[in-house]
């Protein structure tokens, strides 16, 4: 009982200090963030024999490193002694049984869901759990949520995924009634008991988020949960509008991945990123600095370390100050992968250019006729197209969409080909566009 209650008392202390976590400007934001990362530099370097020759230098004279890197040099970019092949036994026996309770003494295993190539794995210590349980909570419940989390019936949060974590499970208790639906053997095996949960916080990737909202429209299910919010994919336009239709509330959303807790929602649907816990550097995508790739240093690792590292994911910036008030920088969206972006020449000149997923996806938002789910892969110079109602018809569709994104940003369109239609399995992260390669560059 003791140590529940200690272990209780840290989630509520990182609660309400990130509550309390408020600046006025973003320069104080960011010069508190220098001195929490200066702190963090002094002591970690010298425990990280990956950083050995490093100790002393600023964040700026660190080497960026990625996820081969990482999974290269996973002994030494861990101070809790423990190897890469250790580690990933671990994780793949919690992935064979399903149960994602084993730990390393105290350090919780995972893995990535290894959309970028091959999967990763992470590892968390007890009290950056116990941390990340606050901090997620203080990110999440709004005034209304929290005050049902005090004095009402427990708070009843529904959670679908592809895998567990004692991560996850850390947010349970008395008065969290957490549960965890396992995405791996499909959702309807848990629909009735989703229906007698009830939730008050649905949480999952979008396109299991749409399902849901269309069986609700179809009076197929009967859930009001006062919050929506989506994880591991890209919130698409057609799940987004089922989604607040069917639960007439904004859909918000979790940036959360195995680097960290990256970017998180305001009351005003606003993607923020996280950066009072951690630092993000901006490699541009483009000149005039719309989108990037993030290059992350989480400063409240005490584990598994992740120093500039660079994920593989298209971020776009909000230009507009957020009405909520935050100075942390606010985005538009999380794109997805950078290679989910297109390459097609430009019309002048031949030259290569990049088509970004969300300009496709606005286009065929806006086409006359509502399309069914669909999948392009570019293949050099042709582009597949695949339907789901495997009609010509729609594919033409989703063809004349792409041109409309294509010439509005002076680009010339590929060929483009009818593929077969092969749905993504739900507990596999869906990808709708992606560039399997880049065709060769066509000079005019």
Known sequence: MKHRIAELSVVIYHFLRTRALRFRARAALLAWQQKRLHAF????????????????????????????????????????????EQATAVALAAENTRDFSPRI??????????????????????????????IMLARVLDRALLKQLLFGSPLKVAFFMRANSNLYGTLASRRIDFHFYDLLGGLDQHLAALQRQAPDI??????ILGRIAALAL?????????????????????????????????????????EGFLAYTCQHG????????????????????????????DFTRSTQHFIRYRLNDSLRVRRDACPCGSVAMALEAVEGRCDDILWLPRADNGELAALYPDMIRHAISIAPLALPDYRIAQHGAVLRIAVADHTQASCSAVAQALQLAASRQGLRLPACI????????????????VC???PEIIHA
């Not at 649905?202 to 396109?207: D, E, G, H």
């Not at 057609?238 to 639960?247: S, V």
């Open 218 to 258: 179809e009076g197929k299910l009967a859930l009001a949960p006062r919050k929506v919010i989506v994880v591991a994919e890209v919130l698409e336009p057609d799940d987004r509008r089922c989604i607040e239709h069917a639960f007439g509330a904004p859909v918000h959303q979790l940036y959360q991945c195995t």
């Open 418 to 433: 009818q593929a077969p239609f092969a749905d993504t399995e739900e507990h596999i992260k869906r990808r709708r566009i």
């Open 41 to 84: 530099l002094r002591q970690r370097l010298p425990q990280l024999p990956y950083y050995r020759a490093h100790v002393g230098a600023s964040l700026a004279q660190l080497p960026v490193i990625d996820k081969p890197i990482m999974m290269a040099n996973f002994g030494a970019l861990n101070n809790a002694g423990v190897g890469l």
């Open 436 to 438: 399997v390669a880049k």
């Open 270 to 297: 606003t993607l923020h990123l996280n950066e009072e816990f951690v630092h993000i550097e901006q490699e541009w995508l483009d000149e005039e600095r719309t989108r990037f790739v993030p290059i992350v240093t």
């Open 202 to 207: 649905l949480v999952a990737p979008s396109r």
């Open 105 to 134: 003494g105290e350090v919780t295993v995972g893995l990535s869901s290894g959309t970028q190539g091959p999967r990763g794995v992470f590892m968390v210590g007890r009290h950056e759990q116990l941390r990340w349980a606050g």
